[in-house]
């Protein structure tokens, strides 16, 4: 889960034109142009350019779609940290270029330019996949139907990406403004994190269904609320032994709003892996 700070409860809103401006990228470059939001969820794509039939492969007759989904997630934390493009080979061998989008000193979430090519010859790590004659012929046809770029090309594209990330940003197309829904459940975490609370009771507290509650913080937030509950508790245990380093885990357990010590030091070690008593130990040192 990623961490939940004061951007969580910022809804990113993009301008009609952002649409437009990828339109016309992707049409220009004849490349899928995905602006996806910072939990990794497609916001916008220009010309609604479909999958390649080579990705279609892999992902589907293939079945790796999650190694995909993997490695995405593995370049998104990279540029999250580093703030700069980069381009990068998938696991089936194709180049992508993804770059953050930085709104206001904010991740607002990335564009992706991929399925692309820069060789004739086809990765073996893709036909290593392949179980028949008639499956490497479906795979070499579709390898070639994919958009080749040269170096010189990919070095002008990521310029000319980060051009329109720019713009984007200076223009103010997307900007960030306050999630009332998720401010209104941040808020009543954090004054009843320490008592017996359930998502019904947060629910009724909204006024909506338990399943509208649900599904807004997993499709949006890619959270439940028994981790946003954990998390807040987790960081008030931390809090409590920075202040009270001789406190027992039983007593750091109740003050952060936890009934069982136990339980306490088992998710304490799942989410922070290191135990309570571990933890502890730095501030007695």
């Known amino acids: 889960m990623e ?22 990228f992707a049409g220009m470059l004849d490349l899928r142009v995905t602006f996806y939001s910072r939990f990794g969820l497609p916001i916008r ?3 609604a350019m479909p999958n390649t039939e080579f990705c279609n492969l892999i992902q589907n007759k293939f079945g790796l779609l999650e190694q995909c989904n993997d490695i995405d997630r ?3 934390q990279k540029v999250t940290d580093t703030h700069q493009p980069l381009t990068y080979t998938c696991h089936a061998g194709l180049q992508e270029i993804i770059a953050p989008v930085i709104i206001g000193g904010r991740l607002a979430g990335f564009l992706m330019v ?31 139907a994919l958009p080749k770029l040269s170096s010189d090309r990919l070095e002008s594209i990521i310029g000319t990406l980060q051009i329109l ?23 009543y975490i954090e004054e009843h994190y320490k008592e ?13 269904s338990i399943s509208s509650v649900a599904q807004f913080l997993r499709n949006k937030y890619h959270v439940c609320f028994k981790d946003l509950l954990i998390e807040r508790r987790l960081c008030a245990a931390e809090e409590y032994w920075k202040h009270h380093p001789e406190a027992t885990i039983r007593e750091c357990a109740e003050a952060a709003g936890f009934n069982d010590q136990f339980y306490f030091s088992r998710i304490f070690r799942k989410k922070r892996a290191l135990s309570p008593r571990e933890y502890r130990a730095r501030w007695n040192q």
Request: charge should be neutral.
């Open 114 to 144: 991929g399925q692309f090519r820069t060789s004739d010859i086809i990765p073996d790590c893709a036909l290593r996949n392949c179980k028949s004659a008639a499956d490497r012929r479906k795979m070499e046809q579709a390898f070639d």
């Open 74 to 76: 593995t370049m998104r």
């Open 165 to 187: 990330i720019d713009y984007i940003a200076a223009r103010e197309l997307a900007v960030f403004r306050p999630d009332p829904m998720k401010a209104a459940i941040d808020k």
């Open 3 to 24: 961490n939940m700070d004061k951007n969580n409860i910022l809804e990113l809103f993009l301008n009609d034109d952002v649409q437009k401006l990828l339109d016309n």
């Open 196 to 208: 017996d609370i359930y998502l019904q009771d947060l629910a009724a507290m909204l006024n909506k």
């Open 45 to 47: 794509r220009g010309k």
